[in-house]
T-cell receptor, first 113, second 117 residues
Framework: QKEVEQDPGPLSVPEGAIVSLNCTYS??????FMWYRQYSRKGPELLMY????GNKEDGRFTAQVDKSSKYISLFIRDSQPSDSATYLC?????????????FGAGTILRVKS | DTEVTQTPKHLVMGMTNKKSLKCEQHMGHRAMYWYKQKAKKPPELMFV???????INESVPSRFSPECPNSSLLNLHLHALQPEDSALYLC????????????????FGPGTRLTVL
């Protein structure tokens, strides 16, 4: 079993739809949860960051963490064609510079105009 | 300056060549990372440098040799690579004791797309 599971998609939605992206994980020691967006042939860009359980909102993006279920989500409201990218969840146990990020496989999102 | 830069953007090399990838950041970050990313796969950690010292080596073959000449620069020296080493090589950096948790997150460069013939 992988430490982090993420459906690779692709997920295709019409413009304006609400998108839900999810990851599950098995290591209960994970405390820090990130979502990265990666456009084709580019490096990953940090989108959202959450510590422990709870919600965090930034513009059209909302990140949720449910540690009891070991489940994290990223919601994108009013999705745009420019949101088309691969979304990677990542997590790690402690907030130290040397700690290794564990990535999900990435979900390919396609928003159609 | 809030970015990580990488050169070259693209590199094609033969199996007998020696080449180097370069990464630079001017955010005052003291941790720098090399990742390898194959198509449609997540990034895989290769090396971590903390305060210019190698702190993590994820059992990477010796044909990849990292170097951290100073706190702003990170190199990856390549020698006798194999075609299966073709991938996107990503550099990232992070602070160690930033004022906020987010400031300690990893910021990625655009990558170098490497093709080994």
């Amino acid at each position: 079993q992988k430490e982090v599971e993420q459906d690779p998609g692709p997920l295709s939605v019409p413009e304006g739809a609400i998108v839900s992206l999810n990851c599950t994980y098995s290591n209960s020691a994970f405390q820090y949860f990130m979502w990265y967006r990666q456009y084709s042939r580019k490096g990953p860009e940090l989108l959202m960051y959450t510590y422990s359980s709870g919600n965090k909102e930034d513009g059209r993006f909302t990140a949720q963490v449910d540690k009891s279920s070991k489940y994290i989500s990223l919601f994108i409201r009013d999705s745009q064609p420019s949101d088309s990218a691969t979304y990677l969840c990542a997590m790690k146990p402690v907030m130290e510079y040397g700690n290794k990020l564990v990535f999900g496989a990435g979900t390919i999102l396609r928003v159609k105009s | 300056d809030t970015e990580v830069t990488q050169t070259p953007k693209h590199l094609v090399m033969g199996m007998t060549n020696k080449k180097s990838l370069k990464c630079e950041q001017h955010m005052g970050h003291r941790a720098m990372y090399w990742y390898k990313q194959k198509a449609k796969k997540p990034p895989e950690l290769m090396f971590v440098y903390s305060y210019e010292k190698l702190s993590i080596n994820e059992s990477v073959p010796s044909r990849f040799s990292p170097e951290c000449p100073n706190s702003s620069l990170l190199n990856l020296h390549l020698h006798a690579l194999q075609p299966e080493d073709s991938a996107l090589y990503l550099c990232a950096s992070s602070q160690d004791r930033g004022r906020t948790r987010k400031s300690r997150e990893q910021f990625f460069g655009p990558g170098t797309r490497l093709t080994v013939l």
